[in-house]
């Protein structure tokens, strides 16, 4: 498993439109599960719907992480989506 | 042959294949079913429904509102195969062994109430998009057809009555003309008729049988008359008609770019009323100079929760940005009496016109109001905005209303975010109590603008929405010109301009009268600029009298 925590800066936070980028672009890891944890609370990054009842918010500290075959892969493509997006 | 007669609400003919509006059925009950597969397989058809339609309309916004409403939509339809929300309707189904329907409805509020849990404005604002979501796939599982209207051709929609909720959610592009058994010419379908510049046909009662679906229906809203399986000489008549009407909107068409200005070179402005962003079409389409009234109402009533400043924000941003810098009034929130909420929770009254609506609602719930101004502030950045004030009563109440601008001006500022200082604030004088303190109302706005249906009602205490009160709702009634002249006399006496936004703006036996009392500008529904433009091109402001407010 591969991970790294990430300290939010959007103003808006994970809300809709990057939830939903984020949903897919873990997505295209079919066999990699990657999750994203807030205050003790984990869901999957493709499950949209939690993700966002997280409410992530501005100066919230998340870690994210993969599992899976594609483990390398996938947590270089999340910390260039979170460092670009949120 | 078949003849009906009702009240004709909005003029013109048309014809076409007659349909009744589908009202979709909100209650599910939960029925037991033995084949839990088949009941998988209607979901996963539905919900492949819903995507595709999801997806068109998310192309559909990218091309004409933008990204930001396309990836709502996209977001939309991600909701649809969100995997918790699927997963949580396989668990009824497994578990309950129940219908579709019951199980997708659970999951719905399930989710919606997530959201709603959060600590956080913006999340549990998407408890709506939920919602949305739920019910789209809902229809599709069920068979209603968006937009109330199942047909490939345009036809003649027929119901009961329409709510104002329901004519928004319309698919305007599929209605020829409207026939209804119940409403009055002041009912909320007679109004969006004549927005668009259709016929409608109201009062049929029980004389508008559902067997008549499907068959030609042929219309005129002038007379009231519907026939349907004419005879040669009707149809004839329709054809002479029709053919008429064509030619008429031709030479209408010779009026645009023309100035609305009398032969003695009295200028009058000629706006439009429109009740959501989309309406602006037409108002470009018949060359309306200005909104002279933007209900916005739309935005609450299509809402299953109070409406985002965001989302507000954009729909006054869209109409003022299109309208080029031409005035855009736009009226702050107009709930109650005949316009009801679910979720404002407003209590049952007795006589909801003289009840808790409109100003008085802001007034009491400052939250609402500060959002709604908030988003009005942030669009006259984009475009000339005023802001109207409805159901004005007293002076303490514009009052207060412009210490809630001011307080919202210095957050805006301090926020940094931009907005026009110089917003124009205005009242409607809809109360025979603001025509009797107008002069008073004067000095604290920037115009007046008269809405006629409101004021007839309550000058002549006449219910706008009774269908039976007819000679006694009178409108030319010399009562309630007279309030209109004295409205004028003490805006004029302040310095600031008055219109007229409610249906009788466009009545062109009163354009004189209009002229004789000084009113500055008329706003009248975009169908009818034209005409007014001609008549007022014909017009002598110097000769008109004021006859009418004698007896």
């Given amino acids: ?3 790294f925590t990430y300290t939010i800066t959007d103003p808006l936070g994970i809300h809709a439109r990057p939830a939903g980028l984020l949903a897919k672009a873990a997505k295209a890891y079919a066999d990699t599960t990657v999750t994203v944890t807030k205050d003790g609370n ?4 493709t499950q949209l719907m939690k993700l966002m009842g997280l409410t992530v918010k501005q100066g919230n500290v998340v870690t994210v992480a993969a599992d899976g075959p594609q483990e390398d892969a996938a947590i270089a493509a999340m910390e260039k989506f979170f460092k670009e997006n949120l | ?35 839990i597969a088949a009941e998988k397989e209607r ?19 990218r091309e004409e509102t933008g990204e930001e409403t396309a990836v709502l939509f996209e977001t939309h339809a991600m909701f649809v195969e969100d995997e918790d929300y699927v997963e949580a309707i396989m668990t009824t189904l497994d578990e309950e062994r129940c219908c579709a329907e019951y199980a997708v409805q ?65 698919d305007k592009s599929k209605i020829l003309g409207f026939i209804t058994a119940g409403g009055s010419g002041n009912s909320h379908t007679a109004i969006l008729a004549r927005t668009m510049g259709i016929p409608a046909i109201c009062g049929l009662g029980d004389t508008l049988k559902q067997e008549y679906a499907g068959r030609d229906g042929y219309i005129d809203g002038e007379t009231g008359q519907i026939s349907i399986d004419p005879d040669e000489i009707t149809l004839a008549a329709f054809r002479t008609k029709e053919k008429k009407q064509a030619e008429m909107k031709e030479l209408l068409q010779s009026m645009k770019g023309q100035k609305d200005v009398t032969l003695d070179g009295r200028e009058m402005m000629v706006y439009c009323n429109i009740g959501s962003p989309e309406d602006v079409a037409a108002v470009q389409a018949n060359d309306g100079q200005g909104i002279g009234l933007f209900r916005s109402e739309f935005l609450y009533l299509a809402a299953n929760d109070y409406p985002s400043e965001e989302d507000q924000f954009q729909a006054y941003k869209t109409v003022a940005a299109a309208m080029n810098g031409k005035r855009v009034v736009i009226r702050t929130l107009d709930i109650g ?54 159901m004005i009563t007293s002076v303490w109440e514009v009052k207060e209303c412009k210490r809630a601008c001011k307080k919202v001006m210095a957050e805006l500022d301090a926020e940094g975010i931009p907005y026009n200082k110089d ?8 109360t025979p109590a603001s025509v009797f303190v107008a002069d008073a109302l004067a000095k604290e706005v920037d115009f007046f603008s008269v809405g006629t249906n409101d004021l007839t009602q309550y000058t002549l205490a006449c219910d706008r929405q009774a269908n039976d009160l007819g000679k006694f709702f009178d409108p030319h009634h010399p009562a309630v010109l007279r309030a209109l002249k004295m409205a004028t006399d003490a805006a004029h006496a302040a310095g600031i301009w008055i219109g007229i936004c409610g249906e009788l703006g466009a009545d062109l036996t009163l354009l004189e009268t209009f002229l004789a009392i000084g009113i500055d500008e008329l706003s009248v529904s975009p169908s009818s600029v034209l005409p007014l433009r001609a008549e007022i091109r014909k017009s002598i402001a110097k000769t008109c009298n004021l006859d009418m407010l004698k007896s």
């Fill in chain 2, 423 to 430: 917003t124009e604030l205005g009242i409607m004088i809809e």
């Fill in chain 2, 337 to 390: 009496a005949d316009k009801q909420v679910e979720y404002f929770h407003l209590q049952k009254e007795e006589n909801p016109a003289m009840g808790v609506r409109a100003i008085r609602i802001c007034l009491n719930r400052p939250e609402v109001f500060r959002t709604q101004l908030r988003a009005l502030y942030r669009a006259s950045a984009y475009g000339k905005v005023a802001i109207m004030f409805p």
């Fill in chain 1, 42 to 45: 984990t869901v999957k990054a």
């Fill in chain 1, 1 to 3: 498993m591969k991970q």
């Fill in chain 2, 106 to 170: 659970q999951a719905g509020e399930q989710f919606a109430a997530m959201f709603a849990a959060t600590d956080d404005a913006y999340m549990q604002a998407r408890a709506a998009d939920v919602k949305d979501v739920t019910r789209r796939i809902l229809n599709n599982l069920m068979g209603i057809a968006e937009g109330g209207i199942d047909s490939d051709v345009p036809v003649i929609l027929a119901a009961d009555d329409l709510a104002p909720s329901e004519t928004l959610q319309l």
């Fill in chain 2, 1 to 35: 042959m078949i003849l009906l007669q009702g009240k004709g609400v909005s003029k013109g003919v048309a014809s076409g294949p007659i349909y009744f509006f589908q009202r979709p059925s909100t209650d599910i009950t939960k029925t037991a079913v033995a084949d």
């Fill in chain 2, 43 to 61: 979901i996963a058809a539905a919900q492949e429904k819903s995507m595709a339609q999801l997806e068109a309309l998310a192309d559909k916004a």
